[in-house]
């Protein structure tokens, strides 16, 4: 259904740091690096990052977020510790979410520029 999804950010330099070692737990590399830009996938891009001058500002109430499929849940604790020690913010430990599906494992965090981050797998497929 979506081909991609872009988001504007403060800082390119201090973004890579962060999705670089967020993303290899999961599988995800960067594919395209310009002076202002990124794009992140597996084999192909499927998350643009820019330099924006007005980036979208955090809103925890807004329900925005972007959920990253995981292929197992050790993949979903490495992405939430590399995460963390990359200069992300704990928004929720790993673990089953049972609320949310039978199976449903994840990790939260909150990336440099205020955006919620989450990685998922189905534990019952792992």
Same mark, same amino acid.
């Given at each position: 259904?979506?081909?991609?999804?872009?988001?504007?950010?403060?800082?390119?330099?201090?973004?890579?740091?962060?999705?670089? @070692?967020?993303?290899?737990?999961?599988?995800?590399?960067?594919?395209?690096?310009?002076?202002?830009?990124?794009?992140?996938?597996?084999?192909?891009? @499927?998350?643009?990052?820019?330099?924006?001058?007005?980036?979208?500002?955090?809103?925890?109430q807004s329900g925005?977020?972007?959920?990253?499929? @995981?292929?197992?849940?050790?993949?979903?604790?490495?992405?939430?510790?590399?995460a963390l020690a990359?200069?992300?913010?704990?928004?929720?430990?790993?673990?089953?979410?049972?609320?949310?599906?039978?199976?449903?494992?994840?990790?939260?965090?909150?990336?440099?520029?205020?955006?919620?981050?989450?990685?998922?797998?189905?534990?019952?497929? @792992?």
């Open positions: 259904m979506i081909g991609h999804v872009s988001i504007g950010v403060r800082d390119v330099a201090t973004t890579k740091r962060f999705y670089d @070692a967020a993303f290899k737990p999961l599988g995800y590399q960067c594919l395209s690096e310009g002076k202002d830009s990124l794009g992140y996938g597996r084999g192909t891009v @499927a998350f643009w990052i820019s330099t924006a001058a007005h980036p979208v500002p955090p809103d925890m925005l977020h972007f959920c990253f499929t @995981a292929p197992t849940p050790k993949s979903v604790d490495a992405f939430h510790a590399a990359s200069g992300g913010r704990d928004n929720g430990m790993p673990g089953l979410r049972a609320d949310y599906g039978p199976g449903y494992y994840a990790a939260f965090v909150i990336d440099p520029d205020g955006y919620r981050i989450e990685a998922h797998c189905d534990q019952s497929a @792992a």
